[in-house]
């Protein structure tokens, strides 16, 4: 029975072959769409789902109604007021650096950006796979970098750089510790981090 299926499709092809092309492709179309939507979406839905504690972790966003959106900005006063909220266990701020500021490594000049200041326990909150150095110390001791090792090669050209210098005017920055590169499915974007600055009066913050 099957070899009489085979024999007459062979004999349909024969007799049609460009209504047979036209059924093939359009399903190779239709199947490579789904089979594309349906990781496009797996990919979204993955999201920060890596990070400690992801499903009692969220993002506070400050409302602009001018521009109808949400951005993750907030101030000194609102994250006082989260602390003291019941069922809030802890808050992570981070605060940027201005984007593109001047850091020179050797004789080199590079305009940096994503170089935060962060809250000590950002490890609570962010899944960070160390190569060197300590982390803790890091985000305990002012003026000390972590830095990604995309950056660590950029800067230096290798990722041994613990114990190396950055220069940023007449502020110098030692290295204390190499992380891996964060994944693109994440919404923290950042290259380089360090003690977060105390607060400032007029400051807003990223959380």
Known sequence: MLSNYLRTAVRAFARHRLHFVLNLAGLTLGLTAALLIALYASFEASYDQFQPNADRVWRIEQYYPAMAAGIP????NAINRLRQQPGIEDVLTIEPLTP?????GGEQRFQLDGVMGVSANATDFIALQLLSGNLTQVLNTPNQLAVSARYAQMLFGELNVVGRTLQQGDHQWPIGTVFSDLPQNSHFAFNALHQLSPFEE???HNT
């Open 100 to 104: 593109g500021t001047e850091f020179r």
């Open 73 to 76: 900005l907030t101030n000194k």
């Open 202 to 204: 007029n400051y807003q």
